[in-house]
């Protein structure tokens, strides 16, 4: 009976230690695939287009896609002054020195991961304008290096082509084109396109982080949006334009695993050019699908 009893002691001690180890495994295995899903990047390849493909391309006239400078596709500091978001000793991608107002400065600019990639596959599908509440002394120049000789950033319009209102700089895109339908701003400001917030894709505001992935995860639906007469939007729905999509994008901005899924689901949907599934009672749908997407998922 004694050694029943110390039989089955061992046994219920050999399972409390099995399930604890247990449940320590499952604790790693799912942080390390959190980290793993959150940080990991769609890969968005271009293939080259055959002739009949690149002709029919040239004939249709392309959609413009304005860019801001600062904290979307750069992020710079100038003499003296260093932010907390800045880690001390990171070498910048490089240096400007300007004179503003018969002073010398010198600018140190950061460039977000992959900028250079994203402006090279946009390019194709766009007309890009740059369009930044900057001094133009300072955004040509950060426009210039951007560029680097490739010719696709010859628009570009500054501060003194933005309306001051309460303080705040605002972007009037009627200055860029008066056909509001074939234009898209990509701007991590609300306040900057607070006239046309129908023509914005938003977009986490970059300082210093090395795994962002914001500008790679955006190329799918650039994509799809280069395809589409914009204006779709509004007939489609009157009572739901670009604020659907742009709630999966903000989505996009602050998820993980739904940024990854999310763009997973737009390379698919591109790929095999789906793109008339994008109606806004589609986008709707997914709205909802994603809200339940990342409830399950931060649980």
Request: with cysteine; hydrophobic share 40%; net charge positive.
């Amino acid at each position: 009976m004694l050694k029943t009893r110390q039989c089955l002691l061992g046994i219920r001690s050999f399972l409390g230690v099995t399930s604890r180890i247990w449940s320590f495994i499952l604790y790693i295995l799912r942080k390390h695939l959190r980290t793993i899903i959150q940080y990991q990047t769609v890969r968005y390849d271009t293939l080259p287009l055959s002739p009949i493909s690149r002709n029919r391309l040239n004939a249709v006239k392309r959609k413009i896609l304005v860019l801001d400078l600062d904290e979307t596709l750069i992020h710079s500091h100038h003499d003296g002054v260093l932010r907390p978001t800045v880690r001390p000793g990171t070498p910048p991608d490089f240096i400007l020195k300007v004179v503003i107002d018969k002073h010398p400065v010198r600018f140190f600019v950061h460039k977000r991961p992959h900028v250079d990639f994203f402006l090279e596959v946009v390019s194709q599908w766009y007309e890009l304008v740059v369009f930044t509440a900057s001094m133009e002394i300072y955004g040509s120049a950060v426009a210039d290096k951007l560029d680097n000789n490739r010719d696709i950033l010859k628009r570009r319009y500054y501060r003194q082509h933005c309306t001051l209102d309460l303080g705040s700089y605002i972007k009037d895109l009627s200055v860029v084109h008066s056909d509001l339908s074939s234009i898209v701003i990509l701007d991590n400001s609300p306040g900057a396109y607070r006239s046309h917030p129908d023509n914005a894709i938003p977009i986490k505001s970059w300082f210093s982080d090395p795994s962002d992935t914001a500008l790679l995860n955006l190329l799918p639906m650039l994509d799809a949006l280069s395809q589409r007469n914009l204006s779709c939007w509004q007939r489609a729905s009157p009572n739901h334009t670009y604020q659907e999509a742009r709630f999966c994008i903000q989505m996009q901005v602050d998820g993980g695993f739904s940024r990854h899924f999310y763009s997973f689901f737009f390379f698919n949907l591109t790929q095999h050019k789906l793109q008339s599934i994008i109606t806004a009672y589609g986008i709707n749908f997914l709205c909802i699908f994603f809200k339940w997407l990342i409830c399950e998922t931060s649980g």
